[in-house]
């Protein structure tokens, strides 16, 4: 299976923009990039997820290497709301021999100041 | 809608008990899976279902059982429950196509005295 790696943890104030990295050097043609975050106490939710092309949405935008190889999650403005772990996974497509199996890593814990 | 539903939020059990964690979501996702979350960790998967009649083992799989009789449910059983299955579990569904975006139900946290 496709694995990730992602910083342990990183640190940023409010207001500011977060860069939030994704290692996938195994990564394969068929895989989709996804992020989730979770807060305290809560489930994961989702972030966003792309291809090949980068992605905008209302939470966040994703920037995908030219070759795949990693990914950047990027919070334009961080507010203390963002403060959460963040986990990068990869997602065979469907009918792929392990589209079932998703591995989450340990995340990368943000800390947001204010 | 929604979503997905987790029963219960919380349940304490004596070790050898048993019991089913339920989950149910109302998207007619085909693909839906049984996490467990041990404080300080990430995710790690039990079993997940592609669709109705068909499970397969996820990477910790000893201990749990499943079933997919239906398109919304997917209940996890524990058959005699273990401290070691002392754990938060959380249920997720997705789509099969457009990349798979996963939706999460808010857990059951299961503790085993």
């Known amino acids: 299976d496709a694995k990730t790696t992602q910083p342990n943890s990183m640190e940023s104030n409010e207001e500011e923009p977060v860069h939030l990295p994704c290692n996938h050097s195994t990564i394969s043609g068929t895989d989709y990039i996804h992020w989730y975050r979770q807060l305290p106490s809560q489930g994961p939710e989702y972030v966003i997820h792309g291809l090949t092309s980068n992605v905008n949405n209302r939470m966040a935008s994703l920037a995908i290497a030219e070759d795949r190889k990693s990914s950047t999650l990027i919070l334009h403005r961080a507010t203390l709301r963002d403060a959460a772990v963040y986990y990068c996974i990869l997602r065979e497509g469907a009918g792929g021999t392990s589209y079932g199996k998703l591995t989450f890593g340990q995340g990368t814990i943000l800390t947001v100041h204010p | 809608n929604a979503g997905v539903t987790q029963t219960p939020k919380f349940q304490v059990l004596k070790t050898g008990q048993s019991m089913t964690l339920q989950c149910a979501q109302d998207m007619n996702h085909e693909y839906m899976s049984w996490y467990r979350q041990d404080p300080g960790m990430g995710l790690r998967l039990i079993h997940y279902s592609v669709g109705a009649g068909i499970t397969d083992q996820g990477e910790v799989p000893n201990g749990y059982n499943v079933s997919r009789s239906t398109t919304e449910d997917f209940p996890l059983r524990l058959l005699s429950a273990a401290p070691s299955q002392t754990s938060v579990y959380f249920c997720?569904?997705?789509?099969?196509?457009?990349?798979?975006?996963?939706?999460f139900g808010s857990g059951t946290q299961l503790s085993v005295l």
């Open positions: 997720a569904s997705s789509y099969s196509g457009q990349g798979g975006k996963l939706f």
